[in-house]
């Protein structure tokens, strides 16, 4: 699932002028037994009192489904009508997705998350370098009622911004179980989740990129243990 990269710098491109807008990013999944697309739709808007960000994921054809297999969406508020490099934040997270078996096709809802808390940014003069931390309380509905989550954002433009190596980082508390074997009662049980996706992508022109990301992580969306799932992807900005 793409993250939210726009809204962390969006009181930095608020400053400076550059104002996002909307894109389309449409990722291959290279990834062991993946193998689908997946579209992430995101907006940013800023306004007086901060910004408003959010961003809608669709896998298709994973799991043995055909057609749209995961639906994700992430909306976050940022607050800021102050002159200062902090701001407070608020998100909500939830989702669904399905799979089929020669039986039947089955649905699982993703844990809905609201999200709380502040974050720092810092940049050079020209906003070609940027950097946000993020601490944020994190409540799970039926999993974790008191947990927490620290987020790292990143944008680096090189080649007067033909380049971009952006991406995030986040480590969270979620308690999850893992079965041992296909059969039996035994399960590993773990309480930290990261997962970090750096993206670098070319620049053609202001509307058009090509590049691709590399999902790392750690029990995350069922797997246990570490995992890496490059994409290749393309990039619309609106």
Do not use: C
Not at 219 to 227: D, E, I, L, R, W
């Amino acid at each position: 699932m793409k993250k939210k990269l726009l809204f962390s710098f969006g009181i930095v491109l608020l400053m400076s002028g550059m104002l996002a807008g909307q894109n389309l990013q449409v990722h291959y999944d290279l990834g062991k037994d993946r193998k689908y697309v997946t579209t992430t739709l995101e907006m940013f808007k800023p306004d007086a009192w901060g910004s408003t960000f959010f961003f809608v994921d669709f896998d298709y054809n994973s799991n043995d489904v055909e057609g749209v297999s995961l639906a994700y969406m992430e909306i976050a508020r940022a607050i800021k009508f102050w002159d200062s490099p902090f701001a407070l934040q608020i998100e909500y997270d939830g989702g669904f997705g399905q799979y089929s078996t020669p039986e039947a096709t089955y649905a699982y809802q993703i844990n809905d998350a609201w999200l709380a808390g502040g974050q720092y940014t810092w940049n050079n003069p020209d906003y070609s370098r940027i950097f946000t931390l993020q601490l944020l309380y994190k409540n799970i509905r039926a999993k974790n009622d008191l947990a927490f989550q620290i987020t790292g954002v990143w944008n680096l433009q090189f080649m007067d911004r033909k380049i971009t190596f952006m991406g995030f980082a986040d480590f969270w508390r979620e308690d999850n179980s893992f079965r041992e074997g296909s059969i039996g009662m035994d399960f590993t049980r773990t309480k930290f989740v990261f997962l970090a996706e750096p993206q670098l992508w070319y620049n053609f022109n202001q509307h058009f990129s090509a590049g691709g990301e590399v999902e790392v992580s750690s029990n995350f969306a069922g797997n246990q243990g570490f995992m890496v799932n490059p994409t290749l992807a393309l990039k619309w900005a609106f």
